[in-house]
């Protein structure tokens, strides 16, 4: 059986999935499909957990008996494939507008693809699109939960794609410890060309835990292959992550000079993507600073409602000009964005700004709560630099309402978890206790 042939097969085993939903959704059970049909419900069964393959035609009485069409056109096969690889190779290269395009050609096509052997690879593909630009997609964890059952049928490249976007979505919500493991388990299948695009988003799962070393030569590493490639937008991507790695341990004119190169590079060639990312950071490292002047001519750069970062800076020009009206406003405005419901960290945060604003808006007691809670989300999250915010606002918290012990206890814990890192044990303690080996 030629390499093509054996594609097909396990392709085809992801359409028994198709005929469990059809099946349940019309209220028959595996024995009235098996009378309707005349295939014994054992065998439509095991073709529903990918273990048999039936001949093409059962597979179309099949489909025909749930009112679904199968296709398997060869046409089809080779038109698929022309779109697949040509969106694959523009989300490689970073080219995302150009990828949006030709996914939206793919999807011209969705009843066709879903009922053909290509059923796997076009579910994928829409899924590595949408989660790699953190597009919201209303069937993507339909699609993941659906193949997970015959994950053993995919074949090796499709695996190593799985396992990449479950760790782009873990990223996305902010899931470091998660998504470094399905990056590790999609490294561990091996595919040299793909492995480089996986270690660019397994770096941001490391410096996210402070696992600033590992960060760092994985992402050198990324560099020299990228380039190799002429991928020069991932390289100089990678090197904003080195660079904002140097601002979290407080290197600020090494990180300031590196942003300032990709700047340049981005501002030269109308890098908008990068060019915007720059600017952002560089608002950030002049707040650090103190230049208020600098981190506004930086933020004004970049386009309203950019991306997290560009929130919290914001906020926090409007609280440093003490505008009431300002405040409010923006506070209220971000509060109502659809994406923050997913996200409770941010939302969290966004809370105790408002809290630590002004005295009549504060409430102690959601305060505390709010910062225990995030301290908690940080460490099912592996997520440091909220540990670290989190933590550093609770201790100034304790001490201003003199309450030294438990600041003396946050910073011992905070501490602890900085040096140690967190075990999956952890996870499930209660707020503020961690135990360590």
């Not at 957990?49 to 060869?74: A, R």
Request: hydrophobic residues 35%.
């Amino acid at each position: 059986m030629n390499k093509r042939l054996r594609l097909e097969k396990q392709n085809l085993k992801a359409l028994g999935i198709i005929v469990r939903v059809n099946r349940v959704r019309m209220g028959y059970s595996l024995r009235d499909l098996a009378r309707l049909t005349n295939v014994s419900h054992t065998s439509i069964s095991n073709f529903e957990k990918g273990i048999i393959v039936p001949h093409n035609d059962t597979i179309s009485h099949i489909f025909k008996i749930l009112n679904l069409e199968f296709h398997l056109d060869p046409q089809i096969s080779l038109k698929f494939k022309a779109l697949y690889d040509q969106a694959f190779e523009y989300i490689l290269f970073h080219d995302y507008d150009a990828a949006e395009k030709v996914i939206k050609e793919i999807e011209k096509d969705k009843k066709l693809y879903e009922f053909s052997v290509e059923v796997i690879n076009y579910s994928l593909i829409q899924c590595l699109y949408y989660a790699i630009s953190n597009i919201y997609f209303e069937y993507f964890d339909f699609y993941l939960k659906r193949y997970e059952v015959v994950l053993d049928f995919f074949s090796p490249k499709q695996k190593q794609l799985y396992f990449f976007i479950k760790g782009l979505d873990n990223i996305n919500n902010e899931q470091f410890a998660d998504a470094r493991r399905n990056f590790e388990r999609a490294l561990s299948i091996g595919d040299s060309k793909f492995d480089v695009l996986i270690k660019d988003y397994y770096v941001i799962g490391l410096s996210k835990s402070n696992k600033f070393v590992d960060a760092r030569l994985y992402a050198e590493e990324g560099i020299k292959q990228f380039e190799s490639q002429t991928n020069y937008v991932r390289a100089m991507r990678l090197r904003t992550r080195i660079a904002y790695d140097l601002y979290r341990i407080n290197k600020f004119e090494e990180s300031e000079k590196l942003y300032k190169q990709v700047l340049a590079y981005s501002v030269k060639y109308n890098v908008k993507v990068l060019e915007n990312r720059c600017n952002c950071r560089l608002s950030l490292l002049s707040l650090i600073k103190g230049d208020r002047e600098k981190m506004k001519s930086y933020l004004d750069k970049v386009p309203e409602d950019y991306n997290r970062l560009y929130y919290y800076l914001k906020l926090d020009m409007a609280v440093y000009k003490r505008n009431d009206e300002e405040f409010n406003k923006l506070y209220h405005k971000y509060m109502n964005l659809k994406w923050l419901d997913t996200l409770p960290k941010t939302k969290l945060f966004f809370e105790c700004i408002y809290m630590r604003y002004k005295d009549s808006y504060m409430d102690k007691q959601k305060y505390e709560e709010n910062l225990l809670t995030l301290i908690e989300l940080g460490l099912k999250a592996d997520d440091a630099e909220m540990i670290e915010i989190a933590a550093n606002m609770l201790m100034s918290f304790y001490k201003n309402e003199r309450k030294y012990k438990q600041a003396y206890e946050t910073t011992q814990k905070l501490l602890h978890y900085l040096k140690n890192g967190l075990k999956k044990s952890e996870y499930e303690l209660n707020r503020m206790t961690m135990v360590y080996n």
